[in-house]
């Protein structure tokens, strides 16, 4: 996964360019940002561009991320997913020892509870573009609650 990280490149595409009829400007320095994947921690070294030469400017592109479809996430897609999977079938504390079990590498309850979080977020856009079920076809909602003592 290293080398194939390297292979990548830093993505420099020059001193100033055009992006979306806007020019941004490549920091003086590369950045160095940590990537987990399903085969572990990584580190990846690229340019990033920024609409101002001012380092305090917002980035608008990080052209190695843009490529390989990763965010400002510490985790890639794929673990993101499986993690996802894992944690949808039983307890997060159960979760991180299936991750371990089966990648190798220990991930923290902590670190799949943040993923969840992330990821519900998403879930929760996507659902309020989805428009509510005619009255007609809803059903009845019965909640029922019970004590300690039950």
Known sequence: MDTFLQAQGDGDQGDVI??????????????SRSLRTIFGKHQIKT??????????????????????????????PLLQEFS??????????????????????QLSVD??????????????????TREAPPPVEEGELLVMTAGDDC
């Not at 996802?84 to 590498?105: I, M, N, P, R």
């Not at 670190?111 to 309020?128: G, H, M, N, P």
């Open 111 to 128: 670190t799949l509870q943040k993923v969840s979080r992330r990821l519900a977020e998403r879930a929760d856009q996507f659902l309020q």
């Open 18 to 31: 055009m992006h979306h009829d806007q020019r941004i400007y490549r920091s003086a320095a590369t950045v």
């Open 47 to 76: 340019s990033v561009y920024r609409s101002s030469p001012d380092l305090k400017s917002a980035v608008i592109l990080r052209p190695v991320n843009d490529r390989l479809g990763l965010t400002t996430d510490r985790y890639s």
């Open 84 to 105: 996802l999977l894992f944690c949808c079938e039983q307890a997060f504390h159960g979760s991180a020892d299936a991750c371990s079990q089966v990648f190798g590498h």
